[in-house]
């Protein structure tokens, strides 16, 4: 299948600071991509969709301007936590589907555990 | 809005046995149903892909069945093997049509 690569795995960061994370497909172009956030034993919370050369979609909830998402090209999207604090503190997962898949199944990346002190 | 309950938290069998696991819907009729295996710490993986007009799908010793009535689908896992041992995801079409929607998964244990 498809290869949507991650990073960093992991990051600790202190409060206040802003982190990035970045989200390729490695094998095909993603003109779709998905931001995901899971707490320990709870289901992945979408936060937004975002589409090559367009501003991402965030769900109900989300702030956009504390999780900016951009998706500069097919192969690459990022999200910055920007002003993280501890309750920031999660699994971020990012998905990827290819043009001309608008439904079916979704790649994933391996996730980056994001730790606010 | 939508809501999925995968109702078993965690599930707990004997190598060899058969695993069920379970997924209901409610407030949405999904085009499609697909489930997903996540390992601790890591992204979820697709399993399998059932559409709304099929009743069953397989792939190896992996089975679902779609029940659009009952709004529910079952994930079946035969001859389990440790190996199984993994969280289990069930996930619907959002009325997006684009994003998934997932449930809180079932952590299913295989032990020897």
């Known amino acids: 299948g498809a290869v949507v690569s991650q990073h960093p795995s992991w990051v600790i960061c202190k409060s206040g600071t802003s982190v990035k994370i970045e989200c390729r497909s490695l094998d095909f172009q993603a003109t779709t991509m998905f931001w995901y956030r899971q707490f320990p034993k709870q289901s992945l919370m979408l936060m937004a969709t975002?589409?090559?050369?367009?501003?991402?979609?965030?769900e109900q909830g989300v702030e956009k301007d504390k999780f900016l998402i951009n998706h500069a090209s097919l192969t690459l999207s990022t999200l910055t936590v920007t002003s993280a604090h501890p309750e920031d503190s999660s699994f971020y997962i990012c998905s990827a589907r290819g043009r001309g898949q608008a439904t079916g199944e979704l790649f994933f990346g391996e996730g980056s555990r994001l730790t606010v002190l | 809005s939508q809501k999925i309950e995968q109702n078993s938290e965690a599930l707990n069998i004997q190598e060899g046995k058969t695993a069920t696991l379970t997924c209901n819907y409610t407030n949405y009729s999904p085009a499609y149903l697909q489930w997903y295996r996540q390992d601790p710490g890591r992204g979820p993986v697709f399993l399998l892909l059932i559409r709304e007009n099929e009743k069953e799908k397989r792939k190896e010793r992996l089975k679902v069945t779609f029940d659009t009535t009952l709004k529910q689908s079952l994930f079946h896992i035969t001859a389990s093997q440790p190996a199984d041992s993994a969280t289990y995801l069930c996930a619907l079409d959002g009325q997006a049509g684009t994003a998934l929607i997932f449930g809180k998964g079932t952590t299913l244990s295989v032990s020897s």
């Open positions: 975002s589409n090559e050369g367009s501003k991402a979609t965030y």
